[in-house]
């Protein structure tokens, strides 16, 4: 296969531009391939343009889109000379769209896979001249707009080009994404979800234990996360407190504490929910301040069971076992570490995540 980018270009280039709308399990893997990138090209500089899709006019809604822990991930990460950050809202949308195109970069690449097109206009409006490649949905004749924002890209990123034709994991996908783009090689063990904590956000997690009466503790830690962006992803929040004091009554969990994971809106219910079951050692988590709170609680676990969302692959990063809850719908996207995870999956492809019972779960872990 040809590279997208030849070899040529990227030589003399000093600086790329790739545009995304990324999520936290997005970053997990896609990292690996910046990381990548940037080993194998020292001399450009990665800059990153991360699209808030939740773009909106509601100034009520923009200190929650602004403090986004996904940016301090991203920018903490040390692979970007520049990210921007802020197009939660239109104005600030257009200000760093100006500043984009002042850059005027060699290459601009479109990482999108929901709406494509409209990320095909993003990356020629900023580079007029330079080389564009966008990723591209099959073509529609009731959609003609489609087929003019595709033609303003130069070359397509496939949706996956690797040769196996069964199922793949999404890790499989970005490092594919890598190899048509440069030709880079990304080896399945360089592709594991990795996370560099801080050691002060460990020691605020361990300070947190302490004061919860949870450090020094005589039975493990279990965090659990029934919480998702789509409901359909969700488990009921009373079942996992029905969860937890079926644990509490069996002797190898009899002595163990449990965090509930919760959004920080959803605090105040979680902790309804607590009192409401008079659960003995457990605690209402979040991580309010930011991102690294979040895997730093994680690493002092010794067990996490979660629905299908960011903090089963960071329980793969933080390499703590974990129970993941998932749908038929995504299958690329369950936990890389095969030997620390194990997946409960729904029984129908139309079923939602609450159809696991507490037994399965109980089974699991017996």
Excluded at 127 to 147: A, D, N
Excluded at 216 to 225: E, H, K
Excluded at 287 to 292: G, H, I, L, T, Y
Excluded at 332 to 348: C, G, K, L, Q, Y
Aim: charge should be neutral.
């Amino acid at each position: 296969m040809t590279p997208l980018i030849p070899a040529e270009l990227l030589q003399k280039s000093d600086k790329i531009l790739f545009i995304a709308h990324l999520a936290l399990g997005d970053f997990t893997y896609l990292q690996n391939g910046f990381r990548a990138f940037a080993a194998a090209y020292p001399h450009i500089q990665i800059h990153l343009w991360v699209d808030e899709v939740r773009r909106t006019s509601d100034a009520k809604q923009w200190e929650g889109l602004r403090t986004y822990s996904l940016y301090d991930w991203v920018e903490q990460s040390g692979l970007f000379a520049k990210v921007y950050r802020k197009t939660y809202s239109p104005a600030l949308y257009e200000e760093s769209l100006r500043e984009a195109k002042a850059e005027h970069y060699p290459v601009v690449v479109s990482l999108a896979h929901v709406r494509p097109q409209q990320y095909a206009d993003l990356a020629r409006a900023i580079s007029p001249h330079g080389l564009v490649i966008g990723t591209r949905k099959p073509f529609s004749p009731l959609r003609p707009w489609h087929y003019l924002a595709y033609r303003k890209i130069d070359a397509v990123l496939a949706s996956y080009a690797g040769q196996d034709a069964g199922e793949h994991h999404i890790s499989s996908v970005y490092a594919d994404w890598f190899h048509q783009l440069t030709g880079l090689d990304i080896p399945v063990a360089e592709r594991y979800p990795f996370v560099h904590i801080p050691e002060h956000a460990l020691q605020q997690a361990q300070e947190q234990l302490t004061d919860w009466g949870f450090a020094p503790r005589q039975g493990p830690l279990v965090l659990l996360n029934p919480f998702a962006k789509s409901h359909k992803r969700g488990w009921p929040l009373e079942r996992i407190a029905e969860l937890i004091a079926r644990m509490q009554a069996m002797p190898k969990w009899k002595d163990a504490c449990f965090l509930i994971n919760a959004m920080p809106q959803e605090l105040a219910k979680v902790n309804a929910v607590v009192q409401a079951h008079k659960l003995p050692r457990t605690q209402a988590f979040s991580a309010v301040d930011n991102f690294f709170q979040l895997p730093a609680m994680l690493a002092q676990c010794d067990l996490i069971i979660s629905v299908e969302t960011s903090i089963m692959h960071l329980a793969n990063a933080v390499h703590v076992p974990v129970v993941a809850l998932m749908r038929k719908k995504n299958p690329e996207w369950a936990p890389f570490d095969s030997a620390n995870s194990t997946v409960i999956t729904v029984a129908r492809r139309s079923d939602w995540v609450k159809a696991i019972s507490s037994d399965q779960v109980l089974q699991t872990i017996a």
